[in-house]
């Protein structure tokens, strides 16, 4: 008895670790108009429609006293080798190399939970995410956030600090900041010139974000308020650039089966770009909303979701998707799903490439469909 009781104190010492994660390959159709009205379309196997695939680790100590010690290390991946060049996104549909191990964007963070709330240092998911993952389809196919309908996507930042306060009468707080350039690109060393140059700069890149959230009973809300500062020393006016920030909020209500759901967001001094015969990238605002809703009947789940987006720019690329789902659950871990999506873009411009070679995009889609079915497990 002594023996097992000095064994069971040893292991318990250790911090405590849980393996998660999910596996989600999907079958794509995609059906592309351009601007100058040429088509293509092509089926691929894609990943991630309806989660992320990932392999999470998670790790606890007690520290006593209600105190724990806490981290994360998410590794996302896609389901092909790293030879392999024909991955894509089903959320982007943008060819990418596969990532066997190693974050590929996952959260990565360590911190200190107690009555106080949570502390995360790294890169943890800030506020705004909370908010624009909170729809039916979340992040992924039909959702609209590669699409940007919600503004420009947000997923976690680098060098964040993280903290989220204890629930209070259904309400949680939650601030991340991340930390901006250096005014010095070699502070630890001399001075060079590229940063005598911009001297003086200040918070250029650092990000506040902050969200408040409910729920209690039926009702689910939260709101955020993400923004990027291009402030700068005004005697270097060339480093100067306009704070980006987006506003973004959600709510649903549930009744039995039924959740109906809505949402938007208003951005101001987005990045875009503009131009007839080259890029030029500029700022300007857009705005957007969402209805949605999900019926559960047993083991499967109808979602619909209509998103719009008001564009502001002088492209006037406003843009309208709508998106129905539905899920079968297999099992607790095991779900086979299918989607459609539907998106259309005004005023689609035929746009080439500047002077300087560095546009990526040679046409904008005004149109384009996606049906897609996968298999996600959970363990």
């Known amino acids: 008895t002594l023996v097992a009781l000095a064994a069971f104190a040893s292991v318990s010492s250790f911090a405590q670790v849980v393996i998660s994660g999910a596996f989600d390959p999907t079958a794509v159709h995609a059906t592309t108009s351009y601007a100058d009205g040429t088509k293509a379309s092509q089926t691929n196997l894609a990943y991630n429609g309806r989660s992320t695939s990932r392999i999470q680790f998670d790790l606890t100590e007690d520290l006593g006293g209600g105190l724990k010690a806490i981290a994360r290390m998410e590794n ?94 259904g309400f949680t707080l939650a601030w991340g900041h991340t930390f901006g350039q250096n005014a010095d690109a070699n502070a630890y060393g001399s001075a060079s010139a590229a940063s005598a140059a911009v001297a003086g700069l200040k918070n250029a890149g650092s990000v506040d974000d902050f969200g408040a959230f409910y729920a209690n009973g039926p009702i689910n809300a939260g709101v955020s308020y993400y923004k990027l500062s291009g402030v700068a020393a005004a005697s270097v006016p060339t480093a100067s650039a306009l704070d980006n920030t987006l506003i973004s909020y959600i709510a649903s209500y549930t009744m039995g089966n039924l959740m109906l759901q809505v949402g938007g967001h208003s951005e101001t001094n987005a990045t875009v770009l503009t131009g007839a015969s080259s890029f030029t990238a500029t700022q300007a605002n857009n705005s957007g909303s969402f209805v949605g809703g999900k019926y559960m009947s047993g083991p499967v789940t109808y979602l619909f979701q209509v998103s719009n987006l008001s564009d502001n720019s002088v492209n006037n690329n406003n843009k309208h998707m709508s998106a129905m789902g539905l899920d079968y659950a297999l099992s607790k871990n095991t779900t086979v799903y299918a989607r459609y999506s539907n998106l259309t873009v005004d005023n689609a411009a035929s746009y080439v490439l500047n002077a300087t070679g560095t546009a990526v995009v040679t046409q904008q889609v005004a149109k384009q469909t996606k049906t897609a079915a996968g298999i996600q497990i959970n363990f």
């Open 76 to 169: 996302d991946f896609q389901p092909n080798n790293t030879e392999d060049n024909y991955g894509k996104g089903a959320d982007l549909g943008q060819p990418a190399k596969g990532i066997n191990f190693g974050s590929g964007g996952g959260e990565i963070y360590t911190g200190l939970t107690g009555d106080f709330g949570a502390f995360k240092l790294g890169s943890p998911n800030t506020p705004t995410l909370s908010v624009q993952a909170g729809g039916l389809f979340g992040t992924k196919l039909g959702g609209g956030f590669g699409e940007g309908l919600g503004g420009t996507g947000h997923v976690r930042q680098s060098q964040t600090v993280n903290y989220t306060t204890p629930v209070m009468g």
